[in-house]
């Protein structure tokens, strides 16, 4: 396996910033073709291979560069990824061939049990030996290094060993893999947590990453608190924003993805999106946006 992570991007270099492929849009987005540099599918939605949703995903792997995003794998499992859920992955990725492959660093099973949400894992070394084993066994079976998306958090854990950054660093120094930078979830997790999203952006080693993810979040009142949800169910927040402009000044420029999977807005609003992050992408390659962050 490879330790050059950051060819992972190299499909995607110039490429203008993408949006999240979902059913709603998918005829308009075959009939208009509207710009985006990329799209990104949920893998877990085109497991049958044959019917209307499969063919519709092969007609625009013809038409744009594609990027398999997976919710189920369940990386973080104690007892191991599913060999029925990664042999349907590999399926699919051997038909559409996309050009990123990405999971989540986190845990959505226990004991054949299955959750519907993305559960963050202890920073300990005991979670980091269990992510990596599962990484290095989904990459064998797929034959190329994946992508791995940093958690959004709402709880700290007591038993904490070593910082989020740090253990991100070392599943990708042990497997091979590369980051799938989510700087939604960098700010949901320093509001929820209290933690400096910049002081986060600082401990990412340069190189690693392959793709950002912008999406918005919903805020949820508990109390006298309010807690952010990461819920992609709204346009980019303004801080978000802010945060990706110190991303792409501290790690460069990277293939960018919107993300927006409940409340969906009209196709047109996801493309303006899009354009909002490239003239964001294009400010920092001419270095204008160094005034706006810290």
């Known amino acids: 396996m490879t330790k050059t992570r950051s060819k992972a991007a190299e499909p995607l270099k110039d490429a203008r910033t993408g949006i999240g492929l979902r059913a709603p849009h998918t005829e308009q987005i075959l009939a208009e073709r509207p710009p985006s540099g990329f799209l990104e599918a949920h893998s877990e939605n085109y497991f049958r291979t044959g019917g209307i949703p499969f063919e519709q995903l092969m007609k625009i792997r013809e038409i744009y560069p594609l990027s398999l995003h997976g919710v189920g794998l369940s990386l973080g499992a104690a007892e191991g990824v599913s060999g029925e859920h990664l042999e349907k992955l590999a399926a699919l990725v051997r038909h559409a061939e996309p050009v990123l492959v990405s999971e989540h660093i986190s845990w959505s099973t226990s004991d054949n049990r299955s959750v519907p949400d993305l559960l963050p894992l202890p920073m300990t070394a005991e979670a980091l030996k269990v992510i990596c084993d599962n990484v290095q066994k989904a990459q064998d079976k797929l034959k190329r290094a994946i992508l791995v998306e940093n958690p959004s958090s709402y709880l700290a854990f007591a038993d904490k060993e070593m910082s989020e950054p740090a253990f991100i660093a070392e599943i990708i120094k042990r497997t091979g893999c590369g980051l799938l930078l989510d700087v939604n979830n960098i700010h949901v997790s320093a509001h929820n947590l209290g933690f400096d999203p910049l002081a986060y952006l600082d401990a990412i080693p340069s190189g690693i990453t392959g793709e950002i993810h912008l999406a918005g979040y919903h805020v949820n009142t508990v109390g006298d608190r309010e807690i ?32 927006w999977d409940s409340d969906l807005p009209p196709l047109g609003k996801l493309v303006d999106e899009a354009k909002k992050a490239d003239t964001i992408r294009a400010e920092a390659r001419q270095g204008k946006s160094s005034a706006r962050v810290a």
């Open 228 to 259: 952010f949800v990461d819920a992609h169910n709204h346009a980019v927040y303004d801080a978000v924003w802010d945060l990706y402009r110190a991303a792409l000044q501290r790690l460069g420029d990277i293939p960018t993805l919107i993300e």
